[in-house]
């Protein structure tokens, strides 16, 4: 199928999406969840006993469905370009994961609730804490790969000039965030503390929806200067 300005400015406006409703989360800020956004994970607003569960369960579907959408497009319509195609592929991956996500919801939030916790230590929470866990750790691999790939393709194929400008330091910000978070993780479950994982996290899919932004913007540019094109045109990712 070949690449043409209207299938840039689709896949543009369905990531575009995607990104806006990956951070709906900050809707918190405005809504009495009880969460608290330092300490709490993204996830457990969604938990199935948390009063804004349902909205945020939605807005991650829609988020993941949009952005696996994007993905499904760009892949048959882009060149066949090893950086592009892997990037695309882990963009698919991280939006099914992010819908699967959602629909595995923790059944309550261990961060606030000390019996929570305790259930989960014991490992009497139900199986969803486990594929949730599974789900968001393939969510978040697919994410950073989508990343790193893509931002590799605008800058070796020299295509996109905003994501090839500002993707590595947003990539980089990304893997500062992940280790964090993976860190504060690893203390929690180990009963030292929280160190501010909520923050952590919170920065770690912030970063992942400004890099998305950037990446539809970069598409919509390239749609507005190409009326048409070809795959495998040179200087294409």
């Known amino acids: 199928m070949p690449e043409t300005s209207g299938t840039s400015r689709t896949v543009a406006l369905l990531i575009a999406l995607g990104a806006l409703l990956y951070t709906a989360w900050v809707l918190e800020l405005l809504l009495a969840t009880g969460l608290d956004p330092v300490r709490a994970y993204v996830s457990e607003l969604s938990a199935a006993d948390q009063p804004f569960g349902g909205l945020f369960r939605a807005t991650d579907l829609a988020a993941g469905l949009l952005v696996l959408a994007g993905a499904a497009v760009a892949l048959p319509t882009r060149p066949r370009r090893p950086w592009s195609v892997a990037g695309w592929t882990a963009l698919a991956v991280f939006?099914?994961?992010?819908?699967?996500?959602?629909?595995?919801?923790?059944?309550?939030?261990p961060t606030d609730d000390p019996e929570c916790a305790a259930l989960e230590t014991a490992g009497l929470v139900p199986a969803t804490h486990t594929a949730h866990a599974v789900s968001s750790g393939l969510a978040m691999t697919g994410a950073l790969t989508g990343m790193v790939a893509l931002t590799i393709a605008a800058r070796r194929y020299h295509r996109w000039p905003a994501l090839g400008r500002f993707g590595p330091g947003l990539v980089a910000v990304e893997l500062g965030a992940t280790a964090w978070t993976l860190t504060a993780v690893a203390a929690f479950e180990a009963g030292r503390g929280i160190w501010w994982?909520?923050?952590?996290?919170?920065?770690?899919?912030?970063?992942?929806?400004?890099?998305?932004?950037?990446?539809?913007?970069?598409?919509?540019?390239?749609?507005?200067?190409?009326?048409?094109?070809?795959?495998?045109a040179r200087g294409t990712a």
């Open 197 to 232: 994982l909520g923050a952590g996290q919170r920065l770690q899919v912030l970063v992942v929806a400004g890099w998305l932004a950037v990446l539809a913007l970069s598409m919509a540019r390239d749609g507005s200067s190409r009326p048409g094109a070809r795959p495998g």
């Open 95 to 109: 939006g099914l994961a992010t819908a699967l996500d959602s629909r595995l919801p923790l059944s309550c939030a």
